[in-house]
């Protein structure tokens, strides 16, 4: 039976904290694995603290765009002291929509450098949320020599989607795919090594999974779908995606 990953999911928010036992155990009985990202220092803290219950969880630490404000510091200092410990960082990214002026962009685009040299030095892979500013991150990326990258929950056109496999990027497709048709058209031209599911948990979906927090547990879902649009078999695919997820780890 092969292990599936869900690359994308905030175990660390407080929507799950009364359920962690359960997902652990759900992780285990349907071998599934999980990126769980941060946002920010306090969660970074708490997800290497849910790395340490079991295996199956994957610690990527470091601040999402939209809490820009926060320093880097600290965050570097919390690696330093985990570097065993890390998988990777994310979520980090770029996102206009979090901001009003060029002075607010230019300092997410500081911060999102920061992070990416700190990924560099390290070698460890990274998550990137990449809103409304695909373009301007493709432009960056190349500074850098960086060991796996996913734009997670991928929404660009297809020309950046062609723009993204020729930088090496893996993109992420979540639980939309099960009923956006726009998403299943993207997952079709995604070179098929470069694909990735995820959750974004805990994000609630309104056309499907009854509005509930996303759980790992949607991931086979997510993964029949796309087996179909690939034309695929499931098993045939979750193979697919068992290598890619171990080639964007690294491991």
């Known amino acids: ?3 599936l990953l869900d690359s994308h999911i905030h ?3 407080p929507e799950y904290d009364s359920d ?14 999980a990126c769980c990202v941060s946002e920010d ?11 340490k219950k079991t295996e199956l969880i994957f610690p ?6 939209g809490k820009a404000d926060e320093k880097l510091e600290p965050i570097l200092e919390l690696i330093n002291q985990n570097i065993g410990g890390i998988a990777g960082i994310g979520e980090i990214g770029l996102d206009s929509t979090y901001v009003s002026s060029e002075s607010e962009f230019q300092r997410q685009e500081q911060l999102f ?18 809103r409304k500013t695909l373009d301007k991150i493709y432009e960056i990326i190349p500074s850098y020599s960086l060991r796996g990258m996913v734009l997670h929950w991928f929404d660009g056109s297809k020309q950046q989607l062609t723009k993204a496999m020729d930088l090496g990027f893996f993109v992420s497709f979540g639980p939309l795919l099960v009923y956006a048709k726009d998403k299943q058209v993207l997952l079709s031209k995604t070179e098929i090594n470069r694909i990735l599911v995820e959750t974004d948990g805990p994000v609630k979906f309104s056309r499907c999974f009854a509005l509930k927090p996303a759980q790992v547990s949607f991931i086979p879902s997510i993964i029949f779908c796309a087996s179909k649009v690939l034309r695929k078999s499931y098993d045939e695919f979750s193979a697919i995606l068992e290598k890619n997820s171990n080639d964007f780890l690294g491991i």
């Not at 155990?25 to 071998?31: G, L």
């Not at 990527?60 to 765009?65: A, R, S, T």
């Open 1 to 3: 039976m092969n292990w």
């Open 11 to 13: 175990l660390s928010d």
């Open 20 to 33: 962690i036992p359960y997902i652990i155990k759900c992780m285990e009985k349907m071998h599934i694995k």
């Open 41 to 51: 220092l306090l969660s970074s803290k708490k997800t290497i603290d849910l790395s």
């Open 60 to 65: 990527f630490v470091g601040i999402h765009p």
């Open 113 to 130: 450098r920061g992070q990416l040299a700190i990924a560099e030095k390290i070698q460890k892979p990274i998550s990137i949320h990449s």
